[in-house]
């Protein structure tokens, strides 16, 4: 990390946006996006109250680009699974999998990522847009490739979204969905 003189405590990051976000997303691990602060993202980054506002417009921006970044974490983790599957019907499984176990394991990124006042539906950022454009290719790929219609996408995304959210609430273990996700895709498969 580059560090320059500044007048904080002696120093200041050459990069601050990458510092910002870094520490943002560290904070997200621990808890929900709309309890971290631009003023706690400065302190976790090291640097001056006012150095967010340099990087982010306002604790709205942050919240955006928390859910930017969560959102191309949940599109690599559902991609690496879906190409690392040896055919067609266990890689629609291993992604509805990467999905569930994201929402599980990520539950405050994914949380950010759904949260309408943040990434409002129909009105993407322009990060945003092309994420969600490659998330759901992904997955409605991966849906036609086993031999379903476009009509079953939207019912894969929301048994997966569905399975991923109830057991990151705690409704039943990450185990169960996993073996729900794989069960429910293996009964829709044409005979």
Known sequence: MLLVS?????????????????????????????????????????VSHNAPYHHFADRRGLLKTLAERSMADLVAEVRAALRSAPEPVSALVAG???????????????????????????????????LIEELESLLGGAVIAVGLTEDDVTAAWG???????????GHFPLETALASCESAIRRMLPA
Do not use: W
């Not at 569930?100 to 950022?125: H, K, M, Q, W």
């Not at 048994?159 to 609430?169: F, I, K, N, P």
């Open 6 to 46: 500044s007048s904080r405590s002696g120093y200041h990051h050459g990069d601050l946006a990458h510092a910002l976000e870094t520490a943002a997303m560290q904070l997200l691990a621990e808890k929900p996006a709309q309890e971290i602060s631009l003023r706690e993202v400065a302190r976790a980054a090291d």
């Open 96 to 130: 509805g999998q990467a999905y569930i176990r994201f929402a599980v394991e990520r539950l405050n990124a994914f949380d950010v990522v759904y949260d309408p006042a943040v990434c409002v539906p129909g009105s993407p950022t322009e990060t945003m847009a092309p």
């Open 159 to 169: 048994l997966v979204h569905g399975l991923g959210t109830l057991a990151a609430a």
